[in-house]
């Protein structure tokens, strides 16, 4: 049975989604958090250097920061739109050295706009990602390719399975690129534990929440804190463990009723789940 | 470029949800349709031996009876639960014989009630196939698995991909059980080429229509008229023309507005997308 202790909790910003970054700094404190996932645009509120002193003041680490990616929003031919995308994703390779986070998570972009062509989609998330990658060695960071539920295929990812996403880690050096396992996005997936150990030492980040139904109405926000939902977390952690990766593990829940609670009830509640899903028995909430 | 022509349309009975039987039949005929797909529901509605009776009388072909399958809402322990379970499938088997339907389209079923182990359901179902396949063969009955998109893996097919469904069919005789290759479900995936050449000679239905966004608040009832959303049918139709496939292609499609619809309005508008963008140019709508 894999136990993750508490020790290797991150908390998401994107969880308690109304805090800035200064807010979610004090909640890890107050919570013994010791890690923290950070959005950009929570750091760009505070500007980085205030951001990289406020972390650094309070001791935590940065688990991942969300998000480069996008890479297929700009037409082939849209020279300048895609300079552009370029450009800020260099900008957020920069931001996640500096905060020394762990990955910069890539949400690597869905169909082409006026296109239907998912394997130009995929081919142009490839070639922005390769663009990317001499700038993160430079820099010493590690991009964390996101398979994003199939769900979101078409609008927000055409990486849509964790196999598509290591083969796509696989074709660039391990120091650069890896993978992030997301629970939500790759949990159904009848070939999940085989995946994950293909992908031995490029994981570089394992989010977790869980699955709840009915599915709302808005599809993105249907996360769920763990152990309110019907993810099998055992299996899911003891393949991620068994693929060499101790890191920490970040709960990161986009659900309107948690964002509407008090900040401290969710950290408290992150807390209590983390340990007894995931720390207590493996998996079976009590 | 592959072609299909108006003479291989099939109308799912769904798509024109608030017909009945005879009301569905005869739309088929005045909108020279060769080919329906039936659901139970509506058969019964009539009586399997009328519902015979209409279909031969209008001369249509029946492409699939919809639908077998929820084989894991029985606790593995509920006995008086699975027998019920599997004599409705019985049920479904014998009736689709009757009606010369080309399969029985099965539909899974999620979890176990009360459990979050994918294994256990996909043990289960594997099994329950198993249980009619016997019968099957003894009426000349083709099982048709379909697997669903993963966003109904939870509840209601723990079949979520169409490589896990070609694995299971592979499993049994190919004269018992094939798949279904939905684009809804299966479009996504970046291995859906290889896994459809991978179902040569077992697929058993090929069903069409479109992925539309954003996502409706009920995400049964997100599909959209064959050229109103995101998938490219061209290579979809190709892979499954170069496994052998020959047969009807349904268009099935669940959505709240195609329903309000007249059904002579929506049999017109199937009809005129079905030759634009299956029969035009194999894939693109003018």
Sequence with gaps: MTRIGLERLSLNQATVKHAGLRE??????????????????????????????????????????????????????????????????????????????DTLVLVCGGLVPGSKDLGLARRMVADAIGELVPEAQRLGVRLGIEALHPMFCADRSVIASLGEAVDLALS??????????????????????????????????????????????????????????????????????AAGYDGYVEVEIFNADVWAAQPDRTAATVRERFAAVLGGNGGQAD
């Design 24 to 101: 979610a700094v004090a909640l890890c404190a107050r919570h013994d958090i010791p890690a923290i996932g950070l959005w950009r645009d929570r750091v760009a509120e505070i500007g980085l250097a205030e951001a990289v002193a406020a972390i650094r003041a309070a001791g935590l680490h940065v688990s991942s920061l969300c998000r480069g990616g996008f890479f297929t929003q700009a037409d082939p031919d849209d020279a300048d739109g895609r300079a552009a995308a370029r450009a800020d994703n260099m900008a957020a390779v920069f931001e996640a050295a500096e905060l020394g986070a």
């Design 172 to 241: 660039f050096p391990p120091d650069a690129v890896g993978v992030v396992v997301d629970s939500y996005h790759v949990w159904w997936d009848a070939r999940l534990t085989g995946e994950i150990a293909r992908a031995a030492g490029r994981i570089v980040s394992y989010q977790v929440c869980d699955w709840v139904l009915p599915l709302p109405a808005d599809a993105l926000l249907g996360r769920g804190h763990v152990g309110d939902g019907m993810i099998d977390f055992g299996p899911i952690s003891a393949a991620v463990a």
